[in-house]
């Protein structure tokens, strides 16, 4: 999928590019009307072969325009709509993560809340690059646990790693300082 | 001449009882009952603690400017607590001096303090630090040693040990046997020990080095990691089932064969050492597990 947006991108480039070539809209001439009026009373003296001739090279000239339009506009939408799956947080199905995905996410989620909970301004100056380290420390946790869904002693030590975490947080409340 | 050489030491002697005056000598003695607890919190400086055959409680040393000590006691418990001023961090920390009687229980805890523990036997032992370091000889019957990013370095012989740590390392020898656990995150954890009844050691990405006299009869060794290097020694005469687990590290081991899927990461060993009677189980994420067979 990634590998074609290239090709939606240059059509897209090629279609601006027309489209700016394209004359600009533009006011008719006066008496325009009447001179139009003069050429169709001309057009029986043309050949037929030249009276059909001129629209149909119009038409030849806008055919490829009218093609790349299509194929563009077509590009575009299928851009849009992949783009549009890609922002919207798509949720895995239960099959896609493993047992040990599904416990890690609960196990976190109810971890960062707890944390959540507590004032971050209170953290003392000292535990804040060890707070840093078990965050850093949790996320290779998770993604050691998305590479290798059975190893279970890793939810283990996710699970301590977040304890760590929530204590040394509420720590930093404790009104007398490190420790009590 | 003169006159500069006067005005020079008219400028010292008034300089000098400055820092004198910032520091409060501290005296305290209290009596304790056999087995009571003893508590010490300080925040920085040090806090170095022996032990000794009296049935009472000594703290000497020094505090900071704007220090004080609060203290509370009972027959069977001491709390000692150095309070710092607001705003105190260019103040010199309390340096102090603790003297514990024989089988009581100590809790000390500080944050950037160094904890130096020695020529103690007590009933329990519980020291924390952030960033202070902890040092840890004697005797206790059940030891906590927990830092946040100082070392802790343990000679401790106790039947019970538990070594914690965010980034600090940690290094326990000695006679550390019965049941031993070290957590620790990125910190390094190198341990050399005496016989195990029950050793268990997790880290994250701090590097784990075992070297231990050997399994006690049914005794169990876990040893996990995340992505650090994992190295365990123990002598030829070991009796255990061996089990190791790797998704990407390699594993080496002086006994057994490494098997590997036919398709896909990982790779495990399974192994029995002599009669197979203990059981030693090594997980590893990404990082290397070495296993040898040629300790004491």
């Known amino acids: 999928m990634n590998e074609r947006i290239p090709d939606h991108d240059t059509g897209h480039d090629v279609l601006a590019a027309r489209l700016r070539q394209l004359p600009a809209e533009r006011l008719p001439p006066a008496a325009a009307w009447q001179r139009i009026a003069a ?24 055919l490829p325009t009218a093609a790349a339009a299509a194929v563009a506009a077509l590009a575009l939408f299928g851009a849009g709509h992949w783009w549009g799956q890609q922002d919207r947080p ?23 809340q707890a944390i959540a909970s507590i004032p971050q301004d209170t953290v003392p100056a000292e535990l804040v690059p060890a707070l840093h380290e078990l965050d850093a420390s949790a996320g290779s946790i998770r993604t050691a646990i998305a590479q290798s869904p059975d190893a279970g002693f890793l939810l283990g030590q996710l699970r301590r790693t977040y304890a760590l975490r929530l204590e040394l947080t509420r720590q930093g409340l404790a009104p007398a300082g490190l420790p009590t | 001449m003169k006159v500069s050489l006067r005005h ?79 705003n105190s961090r260019n103040s010199r920390g309390a340096v102090l001096e603790l003297r514990v009687p024989r089988g009581s229980e100590l809790q000390a805890g500080t944050v950037s303090a ?13 020291a924390s630090t952030v960033s202070g370091g902890i040092r840890a000889n004697g005797q206790a019957g059940e030891s906590s040693l927990t830092s946040v990013s100082g070392a802790i370095r343990s000679q401790l012989r106790t039947s019970r040990l538990e070594l914690r740590s965010v980034s600090g ?42 070297r231990s006299a050997g399994l ?27 089990k190791v687990k790797s998704f990407s590290g390699s594993i080496r081991s002086d006994v057994g064969e490494v098997e590997r899927p036919r398709y ?29 067979l040629g300790g004491r």
């Open chain 1, 39 to 62: 050429q169709l009373q001309e057009e029986p003296r043309l050949p037929a072969a030249a009276a059909v001739a001129t629209p149909a090279t119009r038409r030849r000239r806008w």
């Open chain 1, 90 to 112: 798509v949720p895995a199905p239960a099959a896609q993560a493993s047992p040990l995905e599904v416990q890690a996410d609960a196990l976190a989620d109810a971890y960062q």
């Open chain 2, 8 to 86: 020079l030491l008219a400028a010292i002697a008034l300089l000098a009882p400055l820092p004198v005056l910032a520091q409060t000598p501290v005296n305290e003695r209290h009596a304790l009952s056999s087995g009571g607890r003893v508590e010490i919190s300080n925040v920085a400086g040090s806090v170095t603690v022996r032990g000794w055959d009296r049935n009472e409680v000594q703290l000497t040393g020094t505090l900071g400017d704007g220090q004080r000590l609060d203290v509370q006691n009972s027959a069977n418990r001491v709390q000692l607590k150095v309070v710092y001023p607001q």
């Open chain 2, 114 to 126: 160094a904890l130096d523990v020695a020529d103690v036997d007590l009933r329990r032992l519980q």
């Open chain 2, 169 to 210: 390392a940690i290094n326990a020898a000695g006679t550390s046997g019965g049941e031993v656990s070290a957590n620790s995150v990125s910190g390094g954890v190198e341990l050399d020990l005496s016989a195990v009844q029950r050793l268990d050691v997790e880290t994250v990405s701090g590097s784990l080095g075992v």
């Open chain 2, 216 to 242: 006690q009869p049914g005794g169990r060794i876990s040893l996990q990691t995340v992505s650090a290097p994992i190295t365990l020694t123990l002598p030829a005469r070991t009796s255990a089932q061996l």
């Open chain 2, 264 to 292: 896909g990461p990982g790779s495990h060993l399974d192994a029995r050492i002599g009669g197979g009677d203990g059981d030693i189980t090594i997980n590893s994420h990404s990082g290397s597990v070495r296993v040898s």
